[in-house]
Nanobody
Framework: QVQPVESGGGLVQAGDSLRLSCAAG??????MGWFRQPPGKEREFVAA????????SYADSVKGRFSISRDNAKNTVYLQMNKLKSEDTAVYYC?????????????????WGQGTQVTVSS
């Protein structure tokens, strides 16, 4: 197993959409999550998805705007971000959880990607 690898970050304007991808780093299927770290702040939970994609969880700040999904045939997890706001600016991290169910705490995850920068200009 290797670390997850994120891609798809960039600079966008407020109101735009962006899709992040995460190569899970293993052919085995685990629960996955997205976290983010805004400038000068702690890392925080964004979204999570269960091993088979039947269960998801979102932070209140992104509910209705972000959507997490996965394609297990491609070992890839996605984070579709719509109606982006300046407060969504952060480094976004993908993480892998060594079990099947969703987790919302950083302690639930044991493998992390290097992160991808998302900057939303207002």
């Amino acid at each position: 197993q290797v670390q997850p690898v994120e891609s798809g970050g960039g600079l966008v304007q407020a109101g735009d959409s962006l899709r992040l991808s995460c190569a899970a780093g293993t052919s085995r299927t685990f629960a996955m999550g997205w976290f983010r770290q805004p400038p000068g702040k702690e890392r925080e939970f964004v979204a999570a998805i269960s091993r088979l994609g039947t269960s998801t969880s979102y932070a209140d700040s992104v509910k209705g705007r972000f959507s997490i999904s996965r394609d297990n045939a491609k070992n890839t997890v996605y984070l579709q971000m719509n109606k982006l706001k300046s407060e969504d600016t952060a480094v976004y991290y993908c993480a892998r959880r060594p079990t099947t169910s969703v987790g919302t705490s950083m302690d639930d995850y044991d493998s992390w990607g290097q992160g991808t920068q998302v900057t939303v200009s207002s």
